[in-house]
């Protein structure tokens, strides 16, 4: 490895000492069009590629492979670099800002504007599976269940607003991470108690003492461990 | 020791004094005289987002001092040095109002009521209620002479702050569903706890009224409003929602239209009214109730100046597909509303973003919608107003965002009319899209 000095650096580097990375999904017709013009308005790529160093004289993309795509249709010899260092964090900031990827935000803890701007977003996207989810009903549904135990983005599928497990969820999984609060073994409210499993309620009961669990049905815990603590 | 005169204060300042100096000299004697000890302030308050704001102040409750557990601050004070111009033309007042707001709804500052901008030549108080942020004051011009006055008057309101947010339902178009937005935002924001006065200001239509199956007013209300010693409050009528749940109902309280106000000529009514009469009449109600919705006429006679008049805040709903209603919007915000906030003298009522109230709205509508919003909003420009962010609130120089809330209209939004039930009590969809319309409006 050389010197860390080049961290930050916009350089004129050789496109055959880059590695691609992870290639690009533009269109043909945008790479091709893209490289015409670029060859055509004087060749430089003022937006450069987002590169680290791999060894000596070696590189990885890790940001614009567009740009790097271009460069290679174009015919261009070097290409301008910046170069950054290659952490992982590094590289997630890249690809997001480069718009090569989608920020996830923390569900457990988001406030219902940003859980409505996520929705929104998804929503429209292209061919979204989730056309047809009610913006307004979704965020409501959403923000008001008791998500910050939630261990999984399953129980969204419970909460009768449009999202089925399938597709749907999966492209919730897209933005949405979940970082679980501790759940607390004295959940009384009923509204609360409902939204979990099962198998969840059977764990909160035998936590609490409870005998008979076994031959318990839903209504029946929700009316055990509702009463429980009063 | 008993706070001194801010007058020398503001006379040792520097002319061109920077934020450091107005800061050193002017911040703390301001607080104090707004009656905050040294201890109940916090310099550099974090407010959650990565951002501080200059000063946060609370009172001390019993053991629980400000400046060591840093919790709930009651008021937000943004300063700037005397070369930020704060005038209220200004860019730069336009730009610390916009960071004050932003300081106002950050995490940490949820249970702030005020905001104070000043750099010591201007200053101006905000009030905070949910999520709805207006002005409690013009901002005002500081020198020798007023400041102590100004001063006092702004401890007075911090100290005193209304429990109620006052909202003026109005289009000067009709059809919009004024009446439809006012009851179901009234019996939804009940439904999620809040004490609410619905006030049916339109006597000649009487619909909101109505739709609750509640009898009209015969000459109560006219006297009410005419009368010195009459309670205004006297003469509303609760409207009950049973829950299933025994023992329990949901309950929020109305004030009916008067049919003698029909007849009555806006000639006949100016002999008896003043314009702010009805926002004095609710200066109780403002104590007991959290939000007060008032439904106004269709038009800007006598009775929606009174409405508008009372009201902090302004809701206009519109329709996509009717070009007059975003028009009257553009107009009311250019030419009503300014009207009033130069009668009234405090800074409000001022008008919220509009939403669009109607049927559903397919992509191609949309687009000519935006594009008759922004012939509006480009024509008003030429007059000197920038109505932007009435339309689009998201919208920065650096973001395109033109979102612009909606609540879709169903059958079953109307029709509830005929059970004499708001639709949100009846409906889930309406439910829901209400109070989504509560939340993105009101509350925090």
């Known amino acids: 490895m050389s010197s860390l000095n080049d961290i930050g650096n916009l350089m004129h580097i050789y496109l055959d000492e880059i590695e691609p990375g992870e290639a690009t999904d533009a269109p043909e017709f945008l790479i091709k069009a893209s490289a015409h013009l670029l060859n055509q308005k004087g060749g430089r790529n003022w937006i450069p590629v987002i590169v680290k160093e791999t060894g000596d004289d070696a590189y990885q993309v890790i940001g614009n492979s567009f740009i790097y795509a271009v460069a290679e249709e174009a015919g261009l010899d070097r290409v301008w670099c910046i170069i950054a260092d290659g952490n992982s964090d590094t590289v997630e900031v890249v690809k997001v800002l480069a718009g090569e990827a989608i920020p996830k935000i923390n569900l457990s803890k988001a406030s219902r504007d940003e859980i409505m701007s996520a929705l929104d977003y998804l929503i429209n996207q292209p061919a979204s599976p989730l056309k047809g989810v009610k913006l307004a009903i979704a965020t409501n549904r959403i923000d008001e269940a008791p998500r910050q135990y939630w261990k999984t983005l399953d129980p969204i599928t419970n909460l009768k607003c449009g999202i089925t497990r399938g597709k749907k969820l999966e492209e919730l999984k897209q933005i949405f991470y979940l970082v679980p609060e501790a759940m607390p073994d004295t959940i009384t409210d009923i509204g609360i108690l409902k939204t979990f499993s099962v198998t969840d309620l059977k764990a909160m009961a035998k936590k609490r003492g409870i005998v008979g669990i076994s031959k318990m049905k839903k209504d029946d815990l929700l009316s055990v461990l509702s009463q429980s603590s009063d | 020791m008993a706070p001194t005169s801010l007058r020398s204060t503001l006379s040792s300042l520097p002319d061109n004094a920077p934020e450091a100096v107005v800061d050193q000299h002017f911040s703390s004697h301001l607080l104090e005289l707004l009656g905050f000890q040294s201890q109940e302030i916090h310099p550099q308050y974090p407010t959650g987002d990565g951002k501080a704001v200059d000063k946060a102040a609370r009172k001390t409750v019993g053991d629980d001092v400000f400046l060591y557990t840093k919790s709930n601050p009651y008021l937000l004070l943004e300063l700037k040095g005397r070369d930020c111009n704060l005038s209220s033309d200004a860019a730069q007042y336009q730009k610390a109002v916009k960071q004050l707001k932003r300081y106002l709804l950050a995490p940490n500052c949820k249970t702030a009521q005020w905001g104070i901008i000043t750099n010591s030549c201007h200053i101006q108080l905000f009030r905070k209620h949910g999520r709805v942020i207006y002005p409690a004051t013009h901002c005002l011009a500081l020198d020798n002479e007023n400041a102590d006055k100004v ?287 509560a939340k993105e409006y009101f509350l925090q």
């Open chain 2, 151 to 437: 001063v006092a008057s702004i401890r007075k309101k911090i100290e005193s702050p209304s429990r109620a947010l006052t909202v003026a339902v109005y289009n000067n178009k009709g059809g919009v569903g004024k009446t439809t937005t006012a009851v179901n935002l009234a019996a939804i924001l009940t439904f999620l706890g809040k004490r609410v006065l619905a006030v049916d200001f339109d006597p000649n239509q009487q619909d909101l009224t109505s739709s609750l199956g509640i009898p009209l007013s015969e000459g109560g209300v006219l006297e009410a409003l005419t009368q010195r010693d009459i309670e205004l409050l006297s003469t509303l009528h609760p409207y009950k929602f049973p829950l299933k749940r025994i023992n329990s109902e949901l309950r929020f309280d109305v004030i009916p239209a008067d049919k003698q106000l029909v007849d009555a000529s806006d000639d006949a009514l100016r002999k008896l009214l003043k314009r702010n009469m009805l926002h004095k009449k609710l200066a109780s109600a403002r104590q007991e109730y959290d939000y007060i919705l008032i439904d106004s006429p269709p038009n800007w006679r006598f009775f929606s100046q009174l409405a508008v008049y009372a009201a902090d805040v302004i809701l206009i709903p519109t329709k996509h597909n009717n070009l007059f209603s975003l028009e009257n919007a553009a107009i009311a915000i250019k030419k009503f509303f300014p009207e009033v906030q130069a009668e009234k003298g405090d800074g409000s009522p001022i008008p919220l973003p509009i939403f669009f109230n109607g049927e559903k709205i397919t992509p191609a509508q949309l687009a000519i919608a935006q594009q008759e919003i922004s012939n509006i909003i480009k024509t008003a420009k030429k007059e000197g107003f920038d109505l932007l962010s009435y339309f689009y609130p998201r919208y920065t120089a650096a973001k395109k965002d033109l979102h612009i809330p909606q609540i879709p209209s169903y059958a079953n939004i109307a029709g509830a009319a005929f059970s004499r039930t708001p639709s949100v009590y009846r409906d889930r969809s309406a439910h829901e899209y209400y109070k989504n319309l």
